[in-house]
C-alpha cells in the first residue's frame, strides 16, 4: 500500500514509518525540520501550516504511485498553560498547526481517495480529545476539533469507500514533552499555585509512558483491517479507563476525580 504520514522526523511518526516501512508499504512522510532518515521512507518537505506545500506533498505521492491507500494525519504540537495566560497567538498557533495542518492536507488528500473509490484515513487525536485537561486546555481542544471533524468527515465518504478512524494516545514518551510550549512566567505561578506540581505531574506521565513504538505496532494492523473501528484508545489500561468513566459518570464527579488527579 501507498501510506502518506504527516510529521514523521520523531516520536510517533518516526516510528510509524519505521513500522509500516518494514512492513513492506511504500511510505511517504512530511518533515519540516531535516533530521536522521529512515532508508526506504521517501520524504517531502511540507510545513503543515503552510497550503502550497501540503498541496505540493500530496501531488508529488499521486504523481510518483497514482494514488493514496492511507493516510495519517500525525504531524502536531502541544502548548501548555492557564487559558487566562495562553496568549491568542498561542491559540491561533495550536489550532493552526494541529486541527488545521489535518483539514488543509484533507482538502487535497480526499478527491484522490473518492476518485479511486477506497482509502483509509487516520487521524490523531487524543484522551485529551475526550476530555478537557487541565493547563492543556488548548491541546484538548485542537484535538475536540479534530474528533468532530471526522465524525462528521466519516458519514460523508462512507459511500466512496473511504475509512476514517481516530486515534487517540495516552502518555507516551516522546519528544513531545520537551517540544511542548508551556507559559512559565512568574505571574502564571503566583496566579495559579497549582500549576507547578500539575505541569510537573503531566510531564512525569509523558517520559514514563508508553514507548511509541507500541503504538506503531497497532498502527500497523489497523490500517490492514478490512473494517476498522471509528476510533482507537490507544493507552495503558488505567487511562483507557478514563474514557470510560468519562462517558458513564455524571459531569461533576468525573470532573472532581480528574481536578484530583491534577493536584487541583
Not at 186 to 206: C, F, P
Amino acid at each position: 500500500m501507498t501510506i502518506l504520514i504527516t510529521g514523521i522526523t520523531s516520536g510517533f511518526g518516526r516510528a510509524m514509518a519505521e513500522r509500516l516501512n518494514a512492513d513492506g508499504h511504500k511510505v511517504y512522510g512530511t518533515f519540516r525540520k531535516e533530521g536522521d532518515r529512515i532508508p526506504g521512507v521517501i520524504y517531502l518537505k511540507a510545513d503543515v501550516r503552510n497550503e502550497e506545500e501540503c498541496k505540493a506533498a500530496v501531488d508529488s505521492v499521486v504523481a510518483a504511485e497514482g494514488g493514496i491507500d492511507v493516510f495519517i494525519s500525525n504531524a502536531g504540537m502541544g502548548i501548555g498553560g492557564p487559558l487566562e495566560f495562553c496568549s491568542i497567538e498561542d491559540a491561533q498557533l495550536q489550532m493552526d498547526t494541529n486541527f488545521m495542518g489535518m483539514v488543509r492536507f484533507l482538502h487535497y488528500v480526499l478527491p484522490v481517495m473518492r476518485r479511486q473509490g477506497s482509502g483509509k484515513i487516520l487521524c490523531f487525536s487524543s484522551i485529551g480529545g475526550l476530555m478537557g485537561l487541565p493547563f492543556q486546555g488548548l491541546y484538548s481542544a485542537s484535538k475536540f476539533a479534530i474528533e468532530g471533524y471526522c465524525e462528521a468527515l466519516r458519514m460523508e465518504v462512507r459511500s466512496f469507500g473511504i475509512d476514517v478512524v481516530v486515534i487517540e494516545p495516552g502518555d507516551f514518551a516522546t519528544k513531545f514533552t520537551s517540544q511542548r510550549k508551556s507559559v512559565k512566567d512568574d505571574e502564571t505561578y503566583r496566579v495559579y499555585k497549582t500549576y507547578a506540581a500539575s505541569l510537573a505531574s503531566i510531564e512525569n506521565d509523558e517520559q514514563t509512558g508508553l514507548k511509541p513504538e507500541y503504538l506503531a505496532a497497532r498502527i500497523s494492523r489497523i490500517v490492514m483491517k478490512k473494517r476498522p473501528a471509528c476510533s482507537y484508545v490507544i493507552s495503558t489500561f488505567e487511562q483507557f479507563l478514563s474514557t470510560v468513566l468519562k462517558r458513564i459518570l455524571p459531569a461533576r464527579w468525573f470532573s472532581a476525580i480528574l481536578s484530583s488527579y491534577y493536584k487541583l
